[in-house]
């Protein structure tokens, strides 16, 4: 293992970021003289090469980022020049961090990194984590939020992280210390997603006057049929991954991690996916291709904001699936 050489990866780019800063803020508490030097995909390996293996000529510690630097190509240069058999006899004087949040582990540069460096991988955080990591950062924004309202938080916004980092600061700010579930009703746009959900729920349980109502909360929220249709669309998929996970027996864990879903989209799915037979999620999707079919070749009016028939398509559809 290289010592001096440190791979930060993973999908959960929120505390990757995170850990880049804490390095950032260290390196310079630690060495106000150093240099901190970030690369990117557009900088050439000559420069980085330059920068790793050159003194500082004013004599202080380096510390260099490369992110989403790595390609075969300048992997194929520092293996001609032996960039990283030379990288331990700068230890002393410089640290590179390499951050590759979409790792190709089939690669043969990605796995040296993952061989020879510190590594350090985030992925996304479980349901029981996120609840956790909400109260957390809202205490580090002097506030309070009790389990319950970091689930409905969580409910309400989704598990994107950069998304509830803004909507726990915003809260945090404007309720005194103690985030309740007023303010976030009051204060929070719900997550077209978490509507969704409701949505489906409905469909699910077969309650046709429900699952139009679910509908019609979407139109009068201001989402149009045509942002709610791909979203319709995508749930079905992952109602289709799911249900193919339940039928080979995989865990929720396994469903994730085979998907790429996010562990809490999955959980969250999971019960509703079980009330599917993989037959009728089949035909729910065969019905949306084709509304997306006659969407996409002009088959659908839509004219300046009349976008009644294509709400009819999306309420029959509705029906068709609560009678099936």
């Known amino acids: 293992m290289i010592q ?6 993973g999908t959960d780019t929120f505390r990757l970021k ?9 390196f310079a508490e630690k060495h106000p003289d150093g240099e901190i030097i970030f690369f ?23 510390l260099i980022f490369c992110e989403n630097f790595w390609n075969t190509d300048k992997f194929q240069k520092a293996e001609k020049v032996q960039f990283f058999e030379h990288l331990p006899n700068n230890a002393d004087t410089v640290t590179l961090i390499v951050s590759e949040p979409k790792l190709d582990k089939r690669l043969k540069g990605s796995k040296f990194l993952l061989k020879n460096a510190k590594t350090e991988t985030f992925e996304p955080l479980p349901e029981y984590e996120l609840g956790q990591w909400i109260q957390k950062t809202a205490k580090q924004h002097d506030a309070f939020i009790s389990n ?21 600061q915003k809260l945090a700010t404007a309720n005194n210390g103690e985030i309740t579930k ?23 349980q077969k309650n046709t006057a429900l699952a139009l109502h679910r509908f019609h909360e979407l139109l009068q929220s201001g989402q149009s049929p045509h942002e709610i249709f791909p979203m319709l669309l995508r749930e079905t998929r992952i109602h289709a991954q799911i249900r193919d996970g339940i039928d080979r027996q995989l865990t929720s864990q396994q469903i994730a991690i085979e998907t790429k879903l996010h562990p809490f989209v999955v959980k969250k799915t999971h019960k509703l996916t079980q009330k599917f037979s993989a037959d009728q999620i089949k035909t729910m999707y065969d019905e949306l291709f084709a509304i ?9 009016y839509s004219f300046q904001g009349d976008y009644t028939e294509f709400e009819l398509l999306i309420e029959t559809f509705i029906i068709n699936t609560c009678q099936t």
């Not at 001096?4 to 990866?9: D, G, R, S």
């Not at 990117?40 to 380096?62: C, H, I, Q, Y």
Request: proline share 4%; charged share 25%.
């Open 18 to 26: 995170e850990r880049i800063n804490f390095f950032r803020t260290k």
């Open 182 to 204: 007023e303010s976030i009703e009051t204060q929070t746009i719900a997550n077209p997603q978490s509507q969704i959900w409701g949505f489906t729920e409905a469909l699910s």
């Open 148 to 168: 319950a309202n970091a689930q409905f938080l969580l409910n309400r916004v989704g598990p994107d992280l950069w998304n509830l980092s803004q909507e726990i």
């Open 292 to 300: 997306d079919k006659k969407l996409k070749t002009g088959g659908i």
């Open 40 to 62: 990117d995909d557009s900088t050439e390996f000559p420069d980085l090469e330059n920068a790793v293996l050159t003194p500082n000529l004013f004599g202080g510690k380096r």
């Open 4 to 9: 001096n050489l440190v791979l930060l990866t």
